[in-house]
């Protein structure tokens, strides 16, 4: 069972991106959203067909903090690999590699969030349920393997296919804790509290949507 494609709560459109500096490979479509840090478009790269979101930030080193929270995210995306975390494709590079303020990052597409299915008219039986929750806590245990703290958990940044699978997103405000003990010994303490639970997982792991 999938959830329905029309349903999804996107956001049409179709804006003009002539400022847009994202190449002769890519043709943007639509806006998806907007944030603290920048706008979202959905994109097609023309080689491929492959459809992208891109993400553009601008003004990057105007604020050190707001800097170094873009560079965080940037950063984790690039070393972070899992089928329910956001795959960072490509940065795009900078006209002028010395002097520029903006810069594009290329990122997997997902059709929704979970913040737009919760606002749309979408009724999700128990199976949806289950699979959304399963899949973002299968994500959240492999930054925590990772030694990631997301730390900015919301309906928003759960990106959501029309399978349900999860696409975890944003991180900006994410810290690494290798070489914190403490806090090791604090996800240590409550992985081996969970491991107990194989039948559940099992189970989870066997729900299908088709």
């Not at 999938?2 to 043709?27: H, T």
């Not at 979408?122 to 703290?149: D, G, R």
């Not at 309906?155 to 696409?167: G, H, M, Q, R, S």
Request: glycine share 6%; charged share 25%; with cysteine.
């Amino acid at each position: 069972m999938k959830i329905e494609r029309k349903k999804l709560g996107l956001m049409s459109g179709g804006g003009e991106f002539a400022s847009w500096a994202v190449g002769n490979d890519y043709s943007c479509e639509r806006l998806l959203g907007t944030g603290s840090y920048g706008k979202v478009v959905l994109a097609l790269k023309k080689s491929t067909g492959q459809k992208v979101a891109i993400k553009r930030m601008d003004n990057i080193f105007d604020d050190e903090i707001d800097c170094k929270r873009i560079l965080r995210e940037v950063t984790f995306l690039r070393k972070l690999r899992h089928p329910f975390v956001v795959d960072l494709i490509e940065i795009l590079p900078p006209d002028d590699p010395v002097n520029f303020s903006t810069i594009y990052v290329v990122m997997e597409y997902a059709e929704s969030d979970l913040k737009k299915i919760i606002k749309s008219n979408i009724h999700l039986e128990l199976l949806h349920i289950e699979t959304i929750i399963y899949n973002l806590l299968c994500a959240i245990k492999y930054l925590h393997e990772s030694n990631v703290l997301h730390r900015d958990l919301k309906p928003a940044n759960v990106l959501i296919n029309e399978d349900c699978t999860v696409k975890l997103c944003d991180y900006g405000l994410a810290r690494s804790i290798s070489g914190i003990p403490s806090a090791a010994m604090i996800l240590n303490k409550v992985d081996k509290n969970n491991s107990g639970d194989e039948n559940m997982e099992s189970n989870l792991s066997s729900v299908s949507l088709s």
